[in-house]
């Protein structure tokens, strides 16, 4: 309002004085006003730590860090353990990380290193359109294509070739940690791959090049493009792994939702996110309502921390690169 | 062909595969939706409240719906988020600058749904209802940071020769940069708050215990508000098959906007640069 103001006597024919005072006012109102702006982000997360810690008090005094370990979670008795919420975000998020990593930095090279500029256009489009499906949908098609799909095929001849190892054994039901990780892999794979991207572009052009005039294949050179980009590409990963600690829709919709910790993949888990999504809105009882609101602080602090660490290995990228240039 | 020039091959024909995998993964998504949801699609579904089972019933107000909980959180959203994305870029290098930044950054990858709670905690408990607001605040959370960063980087591209021409004219920074710097980097800023809106139009999670959910039109702010992501949630878990059908059609409308604007965006920035 009072920028408005001050627009109206600067189109006015005031003597220059006055426009002086007026443009040294409206320069500080403007300061001021966006500096409040940019105040309030840190006052909203600084609520959030507040409140849901303030929220979750009860649950916080009663278990103290045997909450982290407990492992029961049963609402009637009033226990309540994170563990088996905390090992299926774990697993499933590792899971996710090992199919997408090496996946998503194959993309990256092809479309940033070996793809024709005019492929790769288009095909960084398609893949970052992969990112825009929202959660609730990569959820829906993951009920009714994957896990059939899993079940039917995958799954059976998993069990036939591996199945000695702990992690195939049990009923192949579709339903489960693996199909969790696999949904999740998809999920990640755009925002890990457009990262890697940007770190391979950070890479200064001469690096290639010295590289292929030495007489480097095309691979040879891309190996020292990303020896010289790793840390960004750990940023990237360290991104991703945020990313799928906290996604919440998709993997509720098809990990199985039960609290139990089983080495096997094809058993069903459940998340962090996925106990919010579920029980809040049932949630009986104020200590019940406070685990789970403490649950919503613990994937806060640790998605918090985790991107936050991601942030400075990207940066230690460019911080990098731009000191070479 | 020797050991170097084999492996050069393999490692080409690999991550070439891994593009056209990911690739094929979209178009077998997209085209399962598409398939699916095609054949439930009509005019009645489109406008129709959600009904028992084998009585038909839509998504009407689940679109109205999720258009009030969008205009609402962009109402709020996206002007505080310019805001914001403007102090960074032309008053942000010192070292609040630097924190405001960082901080923002680490928003964006905080999970939805911690949002939820949060909100859920401030409004929710307090009123003791789900209600329109406490969604439209949730989405407008989570869109601040997204719009942030977006407006900070286009802000940044703004050459710096016309913020001291201006200057030089006798314009105050004010001035220089809601008449010159603004305006200049506004098709990227509202690409920007477009994709924010294309972000929050496919939360779900947050909207759970916000917002909840409605079988009815609703345009009250203090009651709660259906939206297309929770219903398509609510019919995909169901039992039965034309539920099941109908979160197919749901979500090809759905899917259907947010691709549209995805590629509005992807227009307007390819003519850009």
């Known amino acids: ?133 929202p959660s609730v949908v990569y959820g829906l098609w993951a009920i009714f294509v994957l896990a059939p799909l899993l079940r039917v095929y995958v799954q059976p001849f ?168 | 062909m020797d050991k170097r020039r084999l492996t050069n091959s393999i490692m080409t024909t690999l991550t070439a595969a891994c593009a056209f995998g990911v690739i094929t993964v979209l178009i077998l998504v997209l085209g399962y939706i598409a398939f699916q949801g095609i054949s439930s699609l009509s005019w009645q579904f489109l406008v129709q409240t959600p009904k028992p089972v084998g009585e038909g019933g839509g998504i009407g107000n689940a679109i109205v719906g999720s258009l009030i909980l969008l205009g609402l959180a962009s109402l709020v959203g996206i002007p505080l988020g310019i805001a914001i994305g403007t102090y960074l870029a032309e008053m942000g290098d010192g070292w609040f600058g630097t924190i405001v930044r960082f901080v923002a950054d680490t928003m964006i990858g905080i999970p939805s749904i911690v949002f939820g709670v949060f909100v859920y905690a401030v409004v929710v408990l307090q009123q003791g209802y789900f209600s329109t607001l406490a969604g439209a605040v949730t989405l407008a959370l989570i869109m601040i940071p997204i719009v942030t960063r977006t407006t900070e980087e286009m802000v940044r591209l703004v050459p710096k020769s016309m913020r001291e ?3 030089a004219l006798g314009a105050p920074q004010w001035r220089v940069t809601k008449d010159i710097v603004i305006p200049a980097a506004m098709t990227g800023i509202a690409t920007g708050a477009m994709l924010a809106v294309a972000r929050v139009l496919g939360e779900t999670a ?34 039965f098959e034309e539920w099941h059908a109908k979160a197919w059609a749901a979500t090809l409308v759905l899917v259907t906007l947010i691709l549209f604007i995805n590629i509005i965006v992807r227009f307007l920035t390819r003519q850009k640069y």
């Open chain 1, 1 to 133: 309002m009072s920028n408005n103001q001050d627009e109206n006597n600067l189109t006015g024919s005031n003597i220059s004085g006055e426009k002086r005072t007026n443009n040294i006012l409206g320069d500080r109102i403007f300061r001021i006003v966006l500096t409040l702006c940019a105040t309030l982000i840190l006052v909203i997360v600084a609520a959030m730590i507040a409140v849901m810690t303030q929220s979750s008090w009860l649950s916080i005094k009663e278990f103290g860090f045997g909450f982290l370990t407990g492992q029961n979670w049963d609402p009637i008795k009033g226990e309540f353990g994170a563990l088996p919420f905390i090992y299926g975000t774990l697993v499933s998020a590792i899971l996710a990380l090992l199919i997408a990593t090496p996946i998503s930095v194959g993309v990256a090279v092809f479309l940033v290193e070996q793809a024709p500029k005019k492929l790769a256009r288009p095909m960084a489009f398609l893949v970052e359109l992969l990112a825009a499906i």
């Open chain 2, 165 to 167: 021409g201006a200057l």
């Open chain 2, 206 to 239: 947050p909207l759970l215990f916000t917002a909840f959910g409605s079988r009815f039109y609703n345009i009250y702010l203090d009651e709660p508000m259906a939206s297309l992501t929770v219903q398509i949630y609510n019919y995909a878990i169901s039992p």
């Open chain 1, 158 to 325: 998993l069990q036939q070739t591996l199945g000695f190892l702990p992690f195939f054994k049990g009923t192949a039901n579709g339903i489960g940690m693996m199909s969790g990780g696999i949904i999740l892999a998809i999920m990640i794979t755009p925002i890990i791959t457009a990262v890697v991207r940007d770190v391979l572009e950070a890479v200064p052009v001469t690096q290639r090049e010295a590289a292929l005039a030495l007489g480097a294949t095309r691979w040879e050179t891309t190996k020292i493009v990303l020896a010289n980009a790793n840390s960004g590409i750990a940023g990237a990963i360290v991104l991703g792994l945020g990313r799928a600690i906290g996604e919440t829709m998709a993997i509720t919709m098809i990990i199985g939702n039960r609290p139990e910790i089983s080495l096997s993949l094809f058993d069903p888990g459940y998340t962090i996110a996925s106990v919010i999504a579920n029980e809040f809105t049932e949630a009986t009882g104020d200590l019940y309502l406070s685990a789970l609101i403490e649950m919503g602080l613990i994937l806060f602090l640790v998605t918090f921390i985790v991107n936050g660490l991601a942030k400075l290995l990207i940066l230690s990228v460019a911080r990098q690169t731009a000191q070479s240039h």
